[in-house]
């Protein structure tokens, strides 16, 4: 019941799954999460809205390979993929290396004035400038699975309604697992992945 969504060049917006993960009738595909962003850079583009982060069960933890055995739910919105990410994100700093003009702005404009980086670092041998920003980071390494596809925000909110109040309960994945499949008997549509 799986399908490869395509982005609308053609090409399959999924990477090889790395894992897999049974939900009833459904194997879902894990991915790296590294892979699954490179193969479409709308959902790092995206504006995303997070439902929160949550313990999971023994075997949807290890399909994720999240070493805490956490996990956070969140939708993106250009892609309209509500995914399931192993891990949670902690606050660390991310460098990326700049060229040209942009380098030039950044060498000059420090943090406490305007500037977007927390540090910015030049590399005398090379003569590249990287810039440090404070960003919340997955662990390396993280895993995700595409729980539904979902164009619209509303059928989001109507899909979880009532998630903030399960999500810590023992059972809150089987209240997930049971919203997705209600879903599918609703609409008769294959929104899993």
């Not at 917006?13 to 991915?31: F, G, N």
């Not at 962003?37 to 023994?58: C, H, I, M, Q």
């Not at 023992?170 to 997930?176: A, S």
Request: no cysteine; hydrophobic share 40%.
């Amino acid at each position: 019941m799986t399908e490869d969504h395509e982005h609308v060049d053609g090409e399959s917006t999924h990477p090889d799954p790395v894992a897999s993960l049974q939900l009833d009738a459904v194997v879902l595909p894990i991915y790296d999460l590294q892979a699954f962003n490179d193969a479409d850079l709308r959902r790092v583009e995206s504006f995303v809205t997070s439902y929160g982060s949550w313990k999971l069960p023994a075997e949807v933890a290890t399909a994720l390979a999240t070493a805490d055995g956490t996990s956070v739910l969140l939708w993106i919105h250009d892609t309209g993929e509500l995914v399931l990410i192993g891990g949670t994100p902690k606050e660390g700093e991310l460098a990326i290396e700049v060229t040209g003009a942009m380098a030039a702005e950044a060498e000059f404009t420090p943090a406490w004035l305007g500037g977007q980086a927390s540090d910015v670092h030049r590399d005398t041998e090379t003569g590249m400038i990287s810039e440090s920003f404070k960003a919340e980071l997955l662990p390396p390494g993280s895993r995700v699975a595409v729980l539904a596809h979902l164009e619209h925000s509303p059928a989001v909110h109507e899909l979880l309604w009532g998630w903030h109040r399960e999500q810590h309960n023992d059972n809150g994945w089987t209240w997930l697992v049971e919203r997705l499949a209600r879903l599918e008997n609703q609409t008769g549509n294959t929104h899993l992945a």
